[in-house]
């Protein structure tokens, strides 16, 4: 099938970007939407234009690393896929493409489709872990864990830190993405110790990065390709308010 | 050379506590002056990371990705395997050790996997500790399952995502030193060549991925965690970004390379679907517990499989192996995949997969049980292919996986190279000839979190360092060579991709040294690697400058290095003359068909020397006994 694209081009952070017209005359249906941005950089390599950079690696859904908005749809339109697992025969024949990269204050443009995520490792390093030194742990089943808080705490830990929900969000807000990782180490027991210092520094990270603020609208899990709920949010505020007023 | 692996002698069960008691140690109050640099953040490099980080060294850590999460090791799906024997179905450290060594096919040094296996209690703990939501049963104690055929339930697992929990874990205590100020982090920063000043390693020359900078970082010791090196094939299971590059380098300067050879080529893989095909999905080993393997009878059967009559289709593992049947050994359900498709009897499209068919366990537990199962896997699999897999059969074939060959190091993990350490799938250390399922994950984590931070120790307080900056003539030389390389790729100016030149080495890499191998193709390919390698630094067209984010670059300098390794893979599997695990010489096979090990003759690890570009390197022999496990024949019939 015939496939149009039109695709950011930004040299680097310092330079204007526009958008650029390509045309793929046969796309092969079987083929990831990545594999279509191979056969177009191979195309791009021969005539001697720049192929176009994209983040990826795994190609599997799950490093996190690849991304862009498809017509306006952050991993484009496939609910719960990131853009590596999104395949063709999802689209038709003649269909017009607008790619652009992740946009938020937080996430600059390094290059064409590659942005600058460095403030999620940042907003970890703040607080999104739980301090024990290696070797320094009690028996595996010492401290029984509920199964059902098991797996919740599974549901948000699957978060793979691509940055969809940023990109999603009208406000640019980092909360989704926040509230998973509090969730995760906070449904576990042995995450309550620093279970509000957590919170109160990472949010502290995430404000410094201009990330915005929540405002309930829900773009960000109507992208997430791993289907992070909503709920996380409420989490993050209750310990987040618990450890200000002592209350929650 | 004398290969000295530092193995302590005496009883197995006592050597790793004996070896950490005769170990020199870092005053504590001196570690915060040594500098050690630690080269990727998969499970190896990120926990190594972490922990020196917190027993006081300064670390300087790098990954070529944009962040250490996202390491490679993230996509592993099954499981890490612990004898923690929860389940009181008789597992013990023992047991792990003799499933590892025979697993292996008696191609890796008991000391070392003994170790592993004590140590896979530890990690366990550990990964608890830091917020791993494994699996737990009801009662709230973690669950485990049996994985890769093993006869005791010992995998541990967190869903399908086993390797992106155990990594976050990692990166999580890896961010909490970098927020201390312990760890600089060095992202989107690739290792381009290793420096060795005085037979030392003293630290490494990289490229600055988003400004093109080549700079130097100078150390006191050097650890490799940089992963495996399947990617060789061009297509594997393996993430875009693997490669060889660091642990190729640094053979180069002086380490030597251990059982190229021993590549592991996983059964369940969804088949290629075109040329422009650039990475083969794994399907879990699991599928095989309910799936059924089969072909047409005939050769060239096109008819749907629905339409294939029961008497006319060939259960070709159930009818070869009957006491195993679908679970055989990854070695040998991917071998006899292959040649059921050699004699033309493959299906679909290309005629290069086997069906794995869920019919009959549908029918005999109801489709409600088998998504419970696998419902996941059911998804992923119709999400590529765009076929149901409860309706119609999947296919599978294939695909190059894990690489147990990679850097020889010593019962500490010290490479040839003195003050440098190769840690997790880069070295060859414990996986002999064929890894089994759930240990890659167990030897990245014993690697990094307690063996390393133990025996680094050693090396620093028992050194007299000199001073290095980075004006010393050893760093302008690293330097210089690797400006050389990147103004060659951006020189060359050809008229073909990257990718069109490293797609051919893949193809000759599959077709020779992939699951079976005989001389006379191996001779082939020796002929044709240095013909096609020629092309590539000829024809290659890589477009961009060196002074910015130019991924083709970065491609092509991986894929060079391929170039030259594929090389030594083959001569590799040619010096060794018989099958073993992942090894298949079709010369060397038993009147069944079964892989037939020569121990008189090879029961060594190979690691090879480099005598500079142009002249054939030497191979070195590193004897293994086996005072504990003895050696057998391994058998599935
Ligand atoms: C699909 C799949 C599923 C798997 N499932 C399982 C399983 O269930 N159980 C199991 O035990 N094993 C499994 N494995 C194997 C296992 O995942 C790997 O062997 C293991 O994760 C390797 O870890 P590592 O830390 O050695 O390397 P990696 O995780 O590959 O990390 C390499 C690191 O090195 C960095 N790096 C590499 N080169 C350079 C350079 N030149 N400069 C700077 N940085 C560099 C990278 O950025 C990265 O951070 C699976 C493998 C695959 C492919
Ligand atoms: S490339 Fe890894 S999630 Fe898409």
């Known amino acids: 099938m015939r496939i149009i694209l039109h695709i950011w081009r930004q040299r680097n952070a310092g330079e204007k970007g526009r958008m650029v017209r390509y045309e793929l005359p046969n796309v092969s249906e079987h083929m990831s939407f990545l594999e279509m941005l191979d056969v177009l950089n191979e195309e791009l390599t021969m005539k001697g234009e720049e192929p ?122 980092a909360s989704l993405f926040l509230g998973a990782k509090i969730a995760h180490l906070g449904l576990l027991p042995q995450g309550q110790p620093e279970r509000e210092s957590r919170a109160v520094a990472m949010v502290a990270q995430a404000n410094r990065e201009l990330f915005g603020s929540c405002t309930n609208i829900g773009e960000c899990e109507a992208v997430c390709p791993k289907d992070i709920k909503l709920e996380v949010i409420a989490r993050m505020n209750r310990d987040f308010i618990r450890a200000k007023c002592g209350v929650g | 050379m004398e290969l000295d692996s530092k193995s302590p002698a005496g009883p197995i069960e006592t050597r790793w506590e ?16 040594y500098t050690i640099i630690v080269v990727g953040t998969g499970l190896a490099g990120g926990s190594a990371a972490a922990s020196l980080g917190e027993l006081g060294y300064n670390v300087n850590c790098f990954c070529f990705q944009d962040s250490p999460r996202r390491a490679h090791s993230i996509a592993a799906q099954g499981g890490i395997n612990a004898a923690k024997n929860y389940h009181n179905d008789g597992d013990s450290v023992y047991r792990l050790f003799y499933d590892t060594v ?35 049963e009801y009662s709230g104690y973690l669950d485990n399952r049996s994985f890769g055929g093993a006869q005791v339930s010992r995998t541990f697992y967190a869903r399908g995502q086993t390797g992106q929990q155990l990594l976050l874990g990692a990166y999580q205590a890896l961010e909490r030193q970098i927020g201390a100020g312990q760890v600089t982090m060095f992202p989107r920063t690739e ?25 130097s970082h100078i150390a006191d010791a050097v650890v490799l965690a940089t992963g495996g090196y399947a990617n060789v094939y061009y297509l594997s299971t393996n993430a875009q970004g693997c490669n060889a590059t660091a642990i190729w380098r640094a053979y180069k300067r002086g380490a030597l390379f251990a059982n190229p050879c021993f590549t592991q080529i996983h059964p369940t893989c ?31 059967d096109k008819r749907l ?44 499209e290309s005629g290069l997969a086997v069906y794995l068919d869920f019919r009959d366990a549908i029918a005999r537990l109801g489709k409600n049980v088998i998504k419970e199962r696998y419902g996941n896997l059911f998804d992923m699999y119709e999400r590529i292919t765009g076929e149901d897999p409860y309706q119609t ?64 120790g050693d090396y620093l307080a028992s050194t007299k360092f000199e001073k290095v900056d980075t004006g010393h003539a050893a760093v302008r030389e690293a330097e210089a060579q690797v400006a050389a390389i990147t103004a060659r790729l951006l020189g060359a100016k050809g008229t073909r991709s990257v990718d069109a030149c490293y797609r051919e080495l893949g193809k000759v890499m599959w077709e020779y040294c992939g699951m079976a191998r005989n001389a006379a193709g191996l001779k082939q390919a020796l002929a044709k690697i240095p013909e096609l390698r020629e092309r590539f630094w000829r024809d290659v067209k890589v477009l961009g400058s060196g002074e910015e984010l130019n991924q083709a ?21 040619l010096n060794r003359n018989e099958s073993c695990g992942g090894h298949f010489r079709e010369e060397y096979q038993t009147p069944e068909g079964e892989a037939a090990r020569d121990d008189e003759h090879y029961s060594y690890a190979a690691a090879w020397e480099f005598r500079g570009a142009g002249n054939a390197p030497v191979v070195h022999k590193e004897p293994l006994t086996f005072e504990y496990v003895h050696p057998s024949q391994r058998s599935y019939k």
């Open chain 1, 52 to 173: 176009v950079a994209f983040d990826h690696d795994c190609r599997e859904g799950i490093c996190g690393m690849c991304g862009a908005m498809v017509n306006g749809i952050a991993h484009g339109p496939l609910p719960g896929t990131t853009l590596c697992q999104l395949h063709m025969r999802h689209f038709k024949d003649g269909d017009e493409l607008y790619l652009e990269p992740w946009r938020a204050r937080a996430f600059p443009v390094v290059k064409d489709l590659v942005v600058d995520r460095s403030a999620f490792d940042r907003i970890i390093a703040a607080g999104g872990f739980i301090s024990v030194a290696t070797g320094s742990a009690p028996d595996g089943n010492a401290i029984p864990v509920q199964k059902e808080s098991a797996e919740n705490s599974m549901d948000a830990a699957a978060c793979i830190g691509c940055g969809a929900c940023v990109a999603m969000c009208p406000n640019a807000s």
């Open chain 2, 18 to 33: 004996r070896q950490r008691f005769n170990l020199k140690l870092v005053n504590p109050a001196n570690k915060r002056k």
């Open chain 2, 102 to 136: 025979k697993g292996g096919d008696f191609r890796a040094r008991e000391s070392n996997v003994y170790r592993l296996a004590e140590i896979s209690l530890n990690i366990i703990d550990q990964c608890v500790a830091q917020g791993v939501p494994f699996a737990r």
């Open chain 2, 191 to 215: 290792m381009l060549d290793l420096i060795v000043v005085e037979g030392r390693a003293r630290g490494i020359v990289t490229r600055n991925l988003l400004t093109g900078a080549i700079e």
């Open chain 2, 270 to 300: 969804i088949p290629v679907s075109g040329e422009y095909q650039s990475k083969l999905t794994l399907m879990s080993e699991s599928l095989r517990n309910d799936g059924r393997v089969w072909v047409p009878l005939k050769k060239g």
């Open chain 2, 305 to 348: 499989a629905a339409q294939i009559p029961e008497n006319e289709r060939d259960y070709f593992l159930e009818r070869k192996y009957p006491s195993f049947g679908n679970l055989v050994p990854r070695d040998v359900a991917s071998r006899n995949a292959k040649q059921v498709c050699d004699e033309g009897r493959g299906v679909g």
């Open chain 2, 393 to 456: 059969p999947m296919r599978i074939f294939p695909a190059s996986h894990y690489t147990m060959g990679g850097l020889w190091v010593d019962y500490n993990l010290m490479s040839t190279i003195p003050g440098m350490y190769v840690i997790g799938e880069a070295n060859f250390s414990d996986h002999g000839a064929n890894r089994l399922g759930a240990s890659a994950l167990m030897q990245g984590l014993g690697d990094g979190y307690f063996v390393l931070p133990n025996t680094i």
């Open chain 2, 553 to 573: 670059l970065e491609r092509a300098g991986r894929a060079a290095d391929f170039f030259e390794l594929a090389e030594l893979m083959c001569l590799d599997a």
